[in-house]
């Protein structure tokens, strides 16, 4: 099997939720598999939050840093291997972060791949495939109603 590697592209950044595209890399051919969305839920996580968790632990929940997801939605179910690669590489976005804990969730989303899709057909506009990833799992989203495709060439795209 080949090597991957991960490449990640910075394509929505608000004040609670970016977005990056995941690419893969295999002997030099890069194609996106996903989209990785982190947010900022500004509260501590809860047992509730941790349902995977062994119920020991749960019972002395005593956590009080500030939670953020990591959601992955990939095209089609991916390896074990890929899932512990792209774990770590959503832990290294946060990692040094004094007082943060960190929720990842993987989904396989073929209506992202279906809205990427369309966005070939509609000036490169992917605005509805970040609005779908924002609306699909997010404890806190936001409208991109009025986000223009301009604001897309900055940095933060917070108004």
């Given at each position: ?8 592209k910075?394509?929505l950044?608000c004040?609670?939720h970016m ?9 030099l051919?890069?194609?996106l ?10 509260r ?6 941790f ?14 840093r500030n939670?953020?997801?990591?959601r992955?939605?990939t095209?089609?179910?991916i390896s074990e ?8 590489l ?8 004094p ?8 989904f396989v989303?073929?209506?992202v791949l279906k809205?990427?899709e369309q966005s070939?057909?509609?000036?490169m506009?992917r605005i509805?495939?970040y609005?779908w990833?924002i609306?699909?799992n997010s ?5 991109l109603?009025?986000?223009k495709?301009d604001?897309l ?7």
């Amino acid at each position: 099997m080949e090597k991957s590697c991960y490449l990640l592209k910075l394509e929505l950044n608000c004040k609670n939720h970016m977005i990056f595209a995941i690419r893969e890399e295999i002997k030099l051919v890069t194609s996106l598999i996903g989209y990785m969305v982190l947010e900022d839920v500004n509260r501590p996580g809860t047992p509730n939050d941790f349902k995977d968790l062994h119920p020991v632990f749960l019972k002395d929940w005593d956590d009080d840093r500030n939670l953020i997801f990591a959601r992955i939605y990939t095209f089609e179910s991916i390896s074990e291997e890929k899932i512990d690669a792209l774990i770590e590489l959503a832990e290294t976005f946060i990692e040094f972060k004094p007082s943060v804990n960190l929720k990842v969730d993987f989904f396989v989303a073929n209506e992202v791949l279906k809205l990427y899709e369309q966005s070939w057909e509609n000036d490169m506009n992917r605005i509805p495939v970040y609005q779908w990833l924002i609306d699909a799992n997010s404890e806190n989203p936001i409208s991109l109603a009025n986000l223009k495709m301009d604001s897309l060439n900055h940095l933060s795209q917070d108004e």
